[in-house]
């Protein structure tokens, strides 16, 4: 372990699989309290900004998002839901405390005139046993069962660009029963999916919601060719909270939603994106004062205790709704290491299928997911805007460019990898080399006719291709060369067909290291590198 983030399994291993319809469970923990006292603090804000339709309140804040996505309920539901929440929040105090916890000692207009950011001032602190704390930290156990991951694959290292992106894949949206059959031919569904993610970190996003399309009745399905890649996430990410350990924990919460509820679904997808972050702040919060040396299981419980808190709200609105919404699917993947397989060696996970039922219908989206790698993307404005092209290791002439010719304004290039753009086709005239992130062109503008993509390799100055980093070409790089100093290289992405020598002493003396492929930690050769050559086998 050379930096203190953790350590590389010897082996691949399977990643597990996990999906649910509602709520991910949790067990009884320390870390339930605070999503509990999170939740409470969210679902009063709610009937608060209900009951009081006329208070002014602060933009971008949880109360604002709610407010936005009342007005677009129609006037019966609106009315109906003011009238729920007005009972909730004029009851005794002793009553509200009961339903929602320690907030329920504010009146509902002095809790909206802190915000939900700033509830918990004037109350007693949350009352957290803190050493059991220090041990569900420490362990993971926070689930209600442990997380257990398949027994490991002998599979070798593979070749080639490591897989450092995961991504989340729909093919199929199948309407197995039409929602308000009693409408008969009068009604056909017209359908919508947004979602959450919650990372390893619990970090929460919004993925906004698309049109599937309308006309759906009982049996029709659309299928997507190619697969519509739902959301991603990155495999690399760093962070001071535990989670950034292997193994880590991905959580998807797909939102299905008819579109002739007026937006409603949409407009809350702000509301759950507010609500899992505040979890992460304050489970920040409680750790900040134990010092402990994390397990690996703690990377699902965070992403969980996350996804859970944001589930029960959305549950809890539905009731609220009379059942107005379907309810929220949660797909988790426990993800071993880089470069890990499914089961089978299979790069590409089962295709797995999420059930929504709800107003009398019954919905099935298929979905999978699939590790990948980085590679370059052009685009057809600056600032990454536009139509695009992703790009793999190629030569791509101006009939393969299905941007268009002379349309490219901006390129995303990940570390290790080189884009030549060329101002003519068949890869002649002037040319200019890329090897990162380029959001404008000036000098280049609009002018790419053909394209090379290779892949270099690139050093790096922690395990898990983090830290510092520098990109090197064919070539002998002498310690002078080294832009971060020598004796601090960790891992090293390999292009394939390519050979990386390092060597212990300038002047490429000393004990030697050949690399053929990409190696997230050097264990043996770990800091020990001062000068390095780079050559195609």
Not at 55 to 63: H, W
Not at 119 to 147: F, K, N, W, Y
Request: hydrophobic content about 35%; glycine content about 10%; some cysteine.
């Amino acid at each position: 372990m050379a930096d203190g983030l953790g350590t590389i399994p010897s082996t691949i291993t399977a990643p597990t699989i996990q999906e649910s319809s509602g709520s991910p469970e949790l067990g009884s923990s320390e870390l339930r309290k605070i999503a509990q006292d999170v939740l409470h603090a969210a679902q009063y804000t709610l009937a608060a900004v209900a009951a009081n339709p006329a208070y002014q309140v602060q933009p971008n804040s949880l109360e604002a998002s709610f407010k936005e996505a009342l007005t677009r309920l129609d006037a019966g539901k609106r009315a109906g839901i003011q009238a729920t929440a007005k009972a909730l929040v004029e009851a005794p105090e002793h009553m509200r405390t009961a339903t929602f916890g320690r907030y329920g000692k504010h009146r509902s207009t002095d809790l909206l005139n802190m915000g939900f950011a700033r509830a918990h001032e004037m109350l007693p602190p949350l009352a957290l046993d803190h050493q059991q704390l220090r041990i569900q930290m420490s362990t993971g156990v926070v689930l209600s069962t442990g997380v257990v991951l398949n027994q490991a694959l002998p599979l070798p290292p593979q070749a080639g660009a490591v897989t450092n992106r995961l991504g989340f894949y729909i093919t199929q949206v199948k309407c197995d029963d039409e929602t308000n059959p009693e409408l008969g031919s009068l009604s056909s569904d017209e359908i919508a999916i947004g979602g959450i993610t919650v990372d390893e970190t619990g970090d929460t996003e919004k993925v906004g919601e698309q049109s599937v399309g309308g006309g759906f009745d009982d049996g029709d399905v659309k299928n997507y060719s190619p697969h519509w890649q739902f959301t991603s996430f990155s495999l690399s990410e760093r962070h001071p909270l535990p989670g950034s350990k292997w193994p880590k924990a991905y959580f998807v919460t797909l939102l299905l939603a008819e579109k002739d509820h007026g937006g409603f679904s949409s407009a809350l997808q702000d509301v759950w994106v507010i609500v899992g972050n505040k979890v992460t702040e304050e489970v920040q919060k409680a750790v900040t004062d134990i010092t402990i040396e994390t397990g690996p299981a703690i990377s699902s419980a965070l992403g969980k205790i996350a996804a859970w808190a944001v589930n029960e709200l959305v549950r809890y609105i539905i009731r609220m709704l009379n059942d107005d919404l379907f309810p929220p699917y949660v797909a988790e993947l426990t993800v071993p290491c880089f470069n890990y397989r499914f089961p089978g060696g299979s790069k590409t996970g089962p295709l797995q299928a999420a059930h929504f039922i709800g107003h009398d219908g019954h919905y099935t989206v298929q979905y999978y997911w699939k590790p990948y790698a980085d590679s370059p993307v052009v685009y057809e404005h600056n600032g990454y805007g536009g139509r695009s092209q992703m790009l793999n290791v190629g030569r791509y002439d101006v009939g393969q460019l299905s941007i268009g010719n002379d349309r490219i304004n901006s390129v995303k290039v990940p570390p290790g990898w080189k884009v030549t753009l060329y101002q003519e086709a068949g890869f002649w005239g002037n040319t200019k080399v890329l090897t990162a992130n380029t959001p404008a062109l000036p000098d280049f503008n609009g002018g790419t006719s053909s394209i090379i993509v290779e892949r270099m390799a690139v050093v790096y100055e922690h395990i898990d291709y983090d830290g510092r980093s520098q990109v090197l070409d064919v070539g002998r790089y002498d310690l002078g060369q080294l832009s971060f100093g020598h004796d601090r290289i960790t891992a090293v992405m390999v292009p394939s067909g390519w050979k990386v020598t390092l060597y212990e002493n300038a002047g490429f003396q000393g004990r030697t290291k050949v690399l053929t492929a990409d190696t997230p930690a050097l264990l043996d050769f770990n800091d020990r590198t001062s000068s390095i050559v780079v050559e195609r086998m």
